[in-house]
T-cell receptor, first 109, second 114 residues
Framework: GIQVEQSPPDLILQEGANSTLRCNFS?????LQWFHQNPWGQLINLFY???GTKQNGRLSATTVATERYSLLYISSSQTTDSGVYFC???????????FGKGITLSVRP | EADIYQTPRYLVIGTGKKITLECSQT?????MYWYQQDPGMELHLIHY???????EKGDLSSESTVSRIRTEHFPLTLESARPSHTSQYLC?????????????FGPGTRLTVT
């Protein structure tokens, strides 16, 4: 099956700093989503981005499907951005999401 | 904003009990999914459904079972809970729209079996 690798595994930022989270995948994808998991365990949809670039406030994402990677940018980080960020993909003729191991982000005041 | 609900949110239960985790969505989505997530780990698909009377096992083997009698409802059942079933269970749904679609997640059920 498809492999999804996220880096770095852990990230510590000072409030106000910018960061880039990376997701590499091993095959072509039909769907790529970025999620933020809050401390209560809920997965919040950030972006649905199988290709191209999208922006939502301080967050933006870019997927370069031909090179099999996606980037999530967080600008002017806030303590509420802390949590785990997951990249997940669908590949082939099925509808199953395969998740990466996640990136744990800690934003310090 | 997605409308997908899970109950209970938290459940502590003794070994050997039968439990059912509820999942409902009001978006009319055909596809529904159950994922299992251990603390600090990635999510793994355990069951999915493409519509009424359709259920399939996912990538991670699970002793749980599911049913899909109504489009909006996708309950997960454990006939005899064991401590190894302690985990978070997340339900998701997506519309039937070719190969590309967005999945929406419920708030999850955190299960502890003592």
């Amino acid at each position: 099956g498809i492999q999804v690798e996220q880096s770095p595994p852990d990230l510590i930022l000072q409030e106000g700093a910018n960061s880039t989270l990376r997701c590499n995948f091993s095959d072509s994808v039909n769907n790529l989503q970025w999620f933020h998991q809050n401390p209560w365990g809920q997965l919040i949809n950030l972006f649905y981005i199988p290709s191209g670039t999208k922006q939502n406030g301080r967050l933006s994402a870019t997927t370069v499907a031909t090179e099999r990677y996606s980037l999530l940018y967080i600008s002017s980080s806030q303590t509420t951005d802390s949590g785990v960020y997951f990249c997940a993909v669908v590949s082939g003729a099925n509808s199953k999401l395969t998740f990466g191991k996640g990136i744990t982000l800690s934003v310090r005041p | 904003e997605a409308d997908i609900y899970q109950t209970p949110r938290y459940l502590v239960i003794g070994t050997g009990k039968k439990i059912t985790l509820e999942c409902s969505q009001t978006m009319g989505h055909d596809k529904m999914y159950w994922y299992q997530q251990d603390p600090g780990m990635e999510l793994h698909l355990i069951h999915y459904s493409y519509g009424v009377n359709s259920t399939e096992k996912g990538d991670l083997s699970s002793e749980s079972t599911v049913s899909r009698i109504r489009t909006e409802h996708f309950p997960l059942t454990l006939e005899s809970a064991r401590p190894s079933h302690t985990s978070q269970y997340l339900c998701a749904s997506s519309p039937r729209r070719g190969l590309s679609y967005e999945q929406y997640f419920g708030p999850g059920t955190r299960l502890t079996v003592t």
